[in-house]
C-alpha cells in the first residue's frame, strides 16, 4: 500500500486590489478595506455597472527583459509578482529549481483582451504578420503557465486548470494529489484573472454585477438581504505547496498543511448553483481530510453576493455544519470576485487571518436573509485563533472545489 | 521621406521597441545582434518597420537584411 504524502504550503504570494504584497494584503483584511471603485470608463462602454477592482498593471520594465514581456498579458503580469514573492517566501532559489522538478499548475479562464488586440489588427490590417510575436502566447488560456514556466525555468509538471471561478482552488487541490502520490516533490500553484473592461465585458451583459456604483465600497455584499449582484475583481495569486519531506529537506518555512480536497460538479444550469453540488464538495473535502467537522474554525465562502449563489451556499454550509456553527465570511465583500484568481486568493485571504489569529469582517453584511440568518457571519472583525479552515469556490458549468487547510507552528 | 528621414523614424522605433539606445544603432551595425533578434523578434521588427514605413519585407528579402544600412537600402528601393 503506497502511504499518501503530507502535503504543505511553504510560500505565498498576493497581488490584489487589497495590496500588492502579502503584509499590505494582511492589513487590508484586519481593517476591513474595500478594493472596490467605480470606472466611468466601463459606463461609457455600455457597461451595466461601472464597478470594478481597483487594480495597477505592475511595471515590470526594469524587471523582465523586453523579449519576455511581450509574451505577457495582463493578468500574467500579475501572476508573475505574486510568484516571485511567493518564491521568496518559500526560500525556492533559481539554483534548486533549476536542478529539481518543480512543477506549475495554475488557474486562469481567460485572455480577453489579448485575443480582442489581435483580433483587431486582423480585421482592420488584413495582414496577421501585423499582430506581433507576442499575440499568439498572450491569447492562449494557458499563457500564464507557459510564461512563468519559461522565466523561471521550471521542469515538472506544466499545466493550466481552467475551472470557472473555481479555477484557483482546483490548481491548489490537484497539486495537492500530485504531491500525495509522489509524483511531484514541488508546485507552484495559484490563479490569476484579468481585470480590463473587455474580459467581463459578456459577464456584465447577463446583468451579474451590483449597480450600486453611489456607493462603490458598500456594493458587494455577500449573504446580506439587499445584495444585487458580484463586483468583478482580479489580479493573481500564487501558493507554493510542497510534500512535508521535501520543505524539511529544504528547509522551507512550513506555514501549513492542505489536509482536504474536495471536489464536485452540479450536473445542472450552466450559471445557477444548486445546493447539493456544493454541499457534496464539502462533504469530499471533509472526508478526505479525516478530521472533525468541529476542528473548522473558520469557513471562507464562495459567496459572491449574488441572489441565488450566496443563498444556496448558505443552505450548503448549514446543511453540512449542522448544530456547529464557526464564523463564515466572503472576502469577496472587499475585493469583489476574483474569479479565475479566487481559489488561491482567498486561501491566502484565510491564511493570512489564521497566521495573525484573526477572521477578516463580512464587510456590508448588515441584514440577514432567511438562509444567511442560520450561519455565523460576523460583519466585524473577529480577534481569535484557529487552526483549521475551510475554503469553497463555484464556478460557471456548477464545477465546486473546496478545500482544508490545517495550521502549522513551528515551534 | 527622403533617405535620412527614413533613417530616423526607423532608428527611433526600432530603439523604443527594442528598448536599446538610440546610438547602438549605426548603418553597419548587425541588426540581429543589435536588437536581440530571436525568431519571434524577427516577426516584431518586420512588423514595426512596416507599420513605420509602409514596406513590406517578405520572409525571402529578410535573409538579405544583415545590417541596417542592408534595412535602409532595402526601404528606400521599395518606396521609390
Known amino acids: 500500500m503506497i502511504m499518501k504524502k503530507r502535503v504543505v504550503i511553504t510560500g505565498m504570494g498576493i497581488y490584489s486590489c487589497l495590496g500588492k504584497k502579502l503584509d499590505t494584503v494582511r492589513d487590508s483584511l484586519y481593517n476591513g478595506t474595500s478594493g472596490i471603485i467605480f470606472d466611468r470608463k ?10 470594478t477592482a481597483n487594480i495597477e498593471i505592475p511595471d515590470l520594465k526594469n524587471v523582465l527583459s523586453r523579449n519576455q514581456r511581450v509574451y505577457i498579458p495582463e493578468q500574467g503580469l500579475y501572476a508573475y509578482v505574486a510568484t516571485a514573492e511567493a518564491l521568496e517566501q518559500a526560500r525556492l532559489t533559481q539554483d534548486y529549481i533549476d536542478t529539481h522538478e518543480v512543477g506549475l499548475l495554475y488557474g486562469n479562464d481567460s485572455s480577453a483582451e489579448a ?34 514556466a519559461c522565466i523561471f525555468k521550471m521542469k515538472g509538471i506544466n499545466l493550466t486548470i481552467s475551472g470557472a471561478c473555481a479555477s484557483g482552488s482546483h490548481a491548489i487541490g490537484l497539486g495537492s494529489l500530485l504531491i500525495q502520490w509522489g509524483l511531484q516533490d514541488c508546485i507552484v500553484c495559484g490563479g490569476a484573472q484579468e481585470v480590463n473592461p473587455y474580459s467581463v465585458g459578456s459577464f456584465d451583459g447577463i446583468s451579474a454585477f451590483s449597480v450600486r456604483e453611489d456607493a462603490p465600497a458598500k ?31 529544504r528547509g522551507a518555512p512550513i506555514l501549513a498543511e492542505i489536509c482536504g480536497y474536495g471536489f464536485s460538479s452540479n450536473g445542472d444550469h450552466i450559471s445557477v448553483p444548486n445546493v447539493d453540488g456544493p454541499s457534496r464538495s464539502l462533504q469530499m473535502a471533509i472526508r478526505e481530510a479525516g478530521v472533525n467537522l468541529r476542528d473548522v474554525g473558520y469557513v471562507n465562502a464562495h459567496a459572491t453576493s449574488t441572489p441565488v449563489g450566496d443563498r444556496n451556499e448558505a443552505k450548503a454550509i448549514a446543511n453540512v455544519f449542522g448544530d456547529y456553527h464557526p464564523e463564515v465570511t466572503s472576502t469577496k465583500s472587499m475585493t469583489g470576485h476574483e474569479m479565475w484568481m479566487a481559489g488561491a486568493s482567498e486561501v491566502i485571504y484565510s491564511m493570512l487571518m489564521m497566521k495573525n489569529d484573526f477572521i477578516a469582517p463580512n464587510i456590508n453584511f448588515e441584514n440577514p436573509d432567511e438562509d444567511s440568518a442560520k450561519l455565523n457571519i460576523p460583519s466585524h472583525r473577529v480577534d481569535k485563533h484557529f487552526d483549521m479552515f475551510l475554503s469553497n469556490s463555484f464556478g460557471f458549468g456548477g464545477t465546486n472545489s473546496t478545500l482544508i487547510v490545517k495550521n502549522i507552528t513551528n515551534k | 521621406m527622403n533617405k535620412q528621414e527614413i533613417i530616423e523614424k526607423i532608428n527611433t522605433a526600432l530603439a523604443e521597441e527594442f528598448e536599446i539606445e538610440i546610438s547602438a544603432i549605426t548603418p553597419e551595425a548587425p541588426i540581429k545582434e543589435t536588437l536581440d533578434l530571436d525568431s519571434l523578434s ?38 521609390a
Open chain 1, 42 to 51: 466601463r459606463k461609457d462602454m455600455g457597461f451595466r455597472s461601472g464597478l
Open chain 1, 219 to 249: 456594493a458587494s455584499r455577500p449573504f446580506d438581504r439587499d445584495r444585487d449582484g458580484l463586483v468583478p475583481g482580479g489580479g493573481a495569486a500564487t501558493v507554493v505547496i510542497e510534500s512535508y519531506e521535501s520543505a524539511l529537506k
Open chain 1, 115 to 148: 485575443v480582442m488586440n489581435s483580433i483587431d489588427i486582423m480585421r482592420d490590417k488584413k495582414n496577421t504578420m501585423l499582430i506581433g510575436s507576442g499575440g499568439i502566447f498572450k491569447s492562449m488560456n494557458s499563457t500564464v503557465t507557459m510564461n512563468l
Open chain 2, 42 to 79: 524577427l516577426v516584431d521588427m518586420v512588423a514595426l518597420v512596416e507599420t513605420v514605413s509602409g514596406v513590406e519585407i517578405k520572409g525571402t528579402d529578410v535573409v538579405s537584411i544583415k545590417t541596417f544600412e542592408n534595412l535602409y537600402n532595402f526601404i528606400e528601393e521599395r518606396m
